[in-house]
C-alpha cells in the first residue's frame, strides 16, 4: 500500500541564485533554468503540452515544432506502445520469459530518443523499446532477448545503441567512461555538429539508489563528462514508492555532485525533446554532464511477473490515466486541425500491421547456435575463447553421438 508523503517533506527545497552561482561550471544561464525547485505540478515542471492538449510555453526550452514532427510523434508513440502491448500479450501466451513493460512512459522515450543525433551514443536500462525504435533497432531482436534465443546480438554501433543491461544502474558507469573517451577522441566542443557527440543514460527513479549510479556522477562531474542522466521517474522501484528513496525531487541530487539537474513533464513528449536536446547541446559544446529527471508514471506492471494492485491505489493510475502521452497530443492534432481522421486510421493500421509482424515473427525466431555464446566476447578471439570453444564444440559432438 502506498503511504501517503510526510507533511514538509519536499517543501521548502529551493538552490538560491548564490548557491548555483557559487559552483563551478555553471554559466549564468543556467542558473535559473536548472537550480529552482520543480515540485509536481509547481511552476518550474518544463511543460510544452498540458493533460488537457493545450500548448504553452517555458522561457527557456519553447521549440517550434512543424505539424510533421508533430504528427511523427504522435505516430513513433502509438507504434512504441503497441510494442509494448504485443510483447505483454505474447508473454502472457508463454512466448516470452518475461517483458519489461513501458506503458505510460513512451513521451519520456520518445522525446529523448528523437533528441539524438546520429553520433550520439546511448546506454539503455531493459525498458528503453521506444529509444531502440527511434534508433532503427529491430523490434523482434528485442523480442529475442526476452525471448531466450539471443544474447543480444544488434550490432551497437550500427545503431550507437548498447545493449540492454540488467544489472541496475550499470549502464551509467559504462556511459560516463565512453563519454570521457569521446573527449580523449576529440569529439568534443569542437563547434562541428557533425563531429560533436554526447552519451546519453537511461536509467529509473530506483537505480538512482545504486552506488554506481552516484558513482558515474563524481566520475562524469569531475571529468566534465559530456553525458546525459536521463532518469524516468516513474514513481516506483518495483514496489518501493519514490517517497521512500528520496527526501528531495531526484534531479536537485546532481547539484550536489557538481551539474546541473532540470525536472520534465515526462509524459509531455514535446518538453522532453526540448530539455533532452538542450542537455545533449551542452554536453557536446563540452559544458559537461547534465541529470534530466523525466517525472512520470509506470501505469503497467514492473515486469510482467509483478501484480501491482498489491503496492499501490487504483485511485494513482486513474489520475495518471488523465495524463497519457498519446492522448494529449492527439487532442493538440485534432484540435488544430494538423491532422485528419485518415491520417489516425492510417497510423492505426501501421500499428496493427506491426502487431501481426511481432506475433508471427517472435514465434519464427529461431533457437541459437549453442557455440554462437562465443561470437560476441571479444572482437577478435582470443587464444583462451578459442580453447573453450573447442571444447565446448567437443562436448556437443558427444551427445551427437550417442543418438547415432
Not at 544561464?29 to 509536481?40: A, I, K, N, T, Y
Not at 529491430?138 to 550507437?160: C, H, I, K, M, T
Not at 517525472?295 to 485511485?315: F, I, V
Amino acid at each position: 500500500m502506498r503511504r501517503p508523503r510526510p507533511a514538509g517533506d519536499l517543501e521548502g527545497v529551493h538552490v538560491t541564485q548564490q548557491q548555483a552561482g557559487e559552483t563551478p561550471g555553471f554559466g549564468p544561464d543556467l542558473v535559473e533554468v536548472f537550480g529552482p525547485s520543480q515540485q509536481d505540478g509547481g511552476p518550474e515542471l518544463v511543460q510544452l503540452l498540458t493533460p488537457e492538449g493545450e500548448r504553452v510555453h517555458h522561457p527557456e526550452f519553447d521549440l517550434d515544432f512543424s505539424a510533421d514532427q508533430l504528427r511523427g510523434f504522435y505516430r513513433d508513440m502509438v507504434l512504441t506502445r503497441r510494442i509494448d502491448t504485443e510483447a505483454t500479450a505474447l508473454q502472457r501466451h508463454g512466448e516470452l520469459g518475461i517483458w519489461a513493460q513501458l506503458l505510460g512512459q513512451e513521451a519520456a522515450q520518445i522525446g529523448a530518443g528523437r533528441a539524438l543525433r546520429p553520433q550520439d551514443y546511448v546506454f539503455p536500462t531493459y525498458r528503453e523499446h521506444g529509444v531502440a525504435y527511434c534508433r532503427g533497432v529491430n523490434p523482434l531482436d528485442l523480442l529475442g532477448l526476452f525471448r531466450g534465443v539471443d544474447q543480444g546480438s544488434w550490432d551497437p554501433a550500427e545503431n550507437n545503441f548498447g545493449l540492454y543491461t540488467i544489472v541496475i544502474g550499470a549502464q551509467t558507469l559504462h556511459a560516463t567512461g565512453y563519454a570521457m573517451g569521446m573527449q580523449r577522441d576529440g569529439v568534443v566542443g569542437t563547434g562541428d555538429p557533425d563531429r560533436d557527440a554526447a552519451v546519453i543514460a537511461h536509467f529509473g527513479d530506483g537505480a538512482s539508489s545504486q552506488g554506481d549510479v552516484n558513482e558515474s556522477f563524481i566520475f562524469a562531474a569531475s571529468y566534465n563528462a559530456p553525458v546525459v542522466f536521463f532518469c524516468q521517474n516513474n514513481q516506483w522501484a518495483i514496489s518501493e514508492p519514490i517517497e521512500r528513496q528520496t527526501r528531495i525531487p531526484l534531479y536537485q541530487r546532481a547539484l550536489g555532485f557538481g551539474f546541473p539537474g532540470v525536472r520534465v513533464d515526462g509524459n509531455d513528449v514535446l518538453a522532453t525533446y526540448a530539455v533532452t536536446q538542450a542537455a545533449l547541446q551542452r554536453a557536446r559544446d563540452g559544458q559537461g554532464p547534465t541529470f534530466v529527471e523525466a517525472y512520470t508514471y509506470r501505469m503497467g506492471a514492473h515486469t510482467t511477473t509483478d501484480d501491482p494492485t498489491r503496492y499501490r491505489l487504483s485511485d494513482d493510475l486513474e489520475r495518471w490515466k488523465l495524463k497519457d502521452p498519446i492522448a494529449r497530443v492527439e487532442v493538440y492534432l485534432r484540435r488544430n486541425g494538423l491532422a485528419d481522421d485518415d491520417f489516425f486510421e492510417a497510423v492505426q493500421q501501421e500499428a496493427n500491421d506491426l502487431g501481426h509482424t511481432l506475433r508471427e515473427g517472435c514465434k519464427a525466431l529461431p533457437d541459437p547456435q549453442p557455440l554462437s555464446i562465443f561470437d560476441h566476447v571479444f572482437t577478435e578471439m582470443t587464444e583462451e575463447l578459442e580453447q573453450q570453444r573447442e571444447g565446448f564444440d567437443a562436448y556437443l559432438a558427444s551427445f551427437e553421438g550417442a543418438h547415432r
